[in-house]
């Protein structure tokens, strides 16, 4: 929500006047220009008239971004709402969220409680917990999902990276403006260069109340270890290490930037319609060419993990020609298919084995992961699909096909290395049966006896997109 951290509050809210602030602290917070900040940040990625959902945890960050949104909202004409993630983690979490309810109430701002359940897939909790609000906000009815991750969040982030061996990528740390997936709400970050200080003058100023998150203090996270000790010894030892943290972010990623540039430009000798030209990749510098491969991947959606990323770009340069390179990333996985490197769904997400599906007339057969099929009527051609029942089925190993009524029927595992179908694809081709007789095969074809004669009604079959 207000921050990635942020495991939710405690129950009882948290007055101005129970952490007051001195004259001091009012007077930085009538001269911090947040309201200037955020303003600009919309004006800059969003349309004047656009919707905002604004991630709203009950916190200090989130409940100044709600309060200065719904400030900005008659003048820049936008609707806004918000959405408070339950992750169901603390016995406060009803607590919680009737806090919000209740400020939201007070400010005329419609608010959603969307309550997730928090699977650890072998990340950490924090990890689990922030993947389950990306969904949610992914799912949202909006132009942009706007969060409150400050200047120290920031900071905090990319010392976490530096730990962790991260890249470039890694240590650009939070940008202020992405999509979250295609066809998503955009997040926005409008306070991403603010302290933290100043966001805690203006709640003060305005005499909010918001709630405190108790895991916040909890040093055995490595987030609040850095925000609680790292970060304070290095502010007795540098000047406003915070802020010199972020100005570094902004470095990593025009650095970034540039390698995915760089990527972009070595795509033109490397890329093929059919996929990455081995010999190319090996022409470039190791560097070079482990940088085309993470641009490649990234754009697909992987996972990338470094030495992943190694393992994967050697065994596609060293491997024998007919050997099969499996490297899996996540949802999509690296697979090496005579001279050429492609990059296919991951064995993980395609359909099972033993998956069937009946063919009701339907002119768009829906696979799932298996992609779909298109059955168009075509009078004297195509395939008989009589007397039925007709399913799709995947390969189960040895199925045998007759192409031409002058042929003898073929092992299909012949038919598809001949035809040049690659090792992962031929599992995944959609076979159609009329009976318990197979009919059809994508990319090979027809059986010769399911041939529709020129007074025969049949059946034009090809692959496509699911709707």
């Known amino acids: 929500m207000a921050s990635s951290r942020k495991g939710g509050p405690e129950s009882t809210p948290v007055a101005p006047a129970a952490i ?4 001091a602290d009012r007077s930085l917070a009538e001269t911090t220009g947040l309201i200037d900040l955020v303003s600009a940040c919309l004006e800059s990625h969003l349309p004047a008239a656009g919707r905002l959902v604004v991630g709203y945890s009950g916190g200090l960050d989130s409940s100044v971004l709600l309060h200065l949104l719904a400030e900005l909202r008659a003048r820049r004409g936008f609707s806004l709402a918000a959405v408070h993630v339950h992750h169901g983690l603390s016995p406060q979490a009803d607590d919680w969220a009737r806090h919000c309810a209740r400020v939201c109430g007070d400010i005329e701002v419609p608010l959603q ?3 997730v359940e928090v699977r650890k897939r072998g990340e950490g909790l924090e990890a689990a917990a922030r993947a389950a609000r990306y969904a949610v906000f992914a799912d949202l009815d909006a132009d942009a999902v706007v969060l409150a991750h400050h200047r120290d969040d920031q900071a905090e982030t990319v010392l976490a990276q530096l730990l962790r061996g991260g890249g470039a990528k890694g240590l650009a740390a939070m940008p202020v403006c992405r999509r979250l997936q295609a066809g998503a709400p ?7 260069s603010a302290p933290r200080a100043h966001i805690a003058a203006w709640a003060r100023a305005r005499r909010l109340y918001w709630v405190e998150d108790e895991s916040n203090l909890h040093t055995h996270l490595a987030r609040n270890l850095l925000r609680h000790q790292v970060l304070p010894l290095l502010e007795t030892r540098f ?9 570094a972010a902004e470095r990593f990623a ?11 430009l070595d795509a033109g000798a490397v890329l093929t319609p059919e996929g990455l030209s081995i010999a190319a990749l090996a022409g470039l510098s190791p560097a070079r060419a482990r940088n085309l491969l993470r641009r490649r991947l990234e754009l697909a959606g992987a996972d990338l993990h470094a030495e992943a990323l190694r393992e994967g770009l050697r065994q596609l340069l060293e491997a024998r020609r007919d050997a099969r390179v499996m490297v899996d990333f996540g949802t999509v996985g690296l697979r090496r298919h005579r001279d050429l490197a492609r990059i296919v769904p991951s064995a993980r997400v395609v359909a099972p084995a033993g998956a069937l599906w009946t063919w009701n007339g339907e002119a768009v057969l829906e696979l799932g992961d298996a992609g779909g ?3 168009t009527p075509a009078h004297g051609a195509g395939v008989r699909l009589e007397p039925g029942p007709v399913t799709v089925r995947l390969r189960r190993g040895g199925e045998r096909l007759r192409t031409a009524p002058d042929r003898p029927r073929r092992p299909l595992k012949d038919l598809l290395r001949e035809a040049g179908i690659p090792p992962w694809r031929r599992q995944q081709l959609p ?12 990319e090979i074809g027809a059986d010769a006896e ?3 004669s020129s007074d025969q009604p049949g059946w034009l079959i090809s692959p496509c997109s699911p709707a």
Not at 20 to 23: D, S, V
Not at 255 to 260: H, V
Not at 431 to 442: D, F, K, Q, S, T
Request: aromatic share 8%; net charge neutral.
């Open 20 to 23: 007051a602030g001195t004259g």
């Open 113 to 115: 409680v969307a309550r």
């Open 186 to 192: 955009l997040l926005l970050r409008p306070l991403l």
């Open 239 to 247: 000047a406003a290490p915070g802020a010199t943290l972020a100005r």
């Open 254 to 264: 025009e650095a970034a930037a540039l390698l995915d540039d760089l990527a972009d």
């Open 373 to 375: 099929l298109r059955f």
């Open 431 to 442: 076979l159609v049966y009329v009976g318990e007789r197979l009919a059809w095969v994508a």
């Open 450 to 452: 399911f041939l529709a």
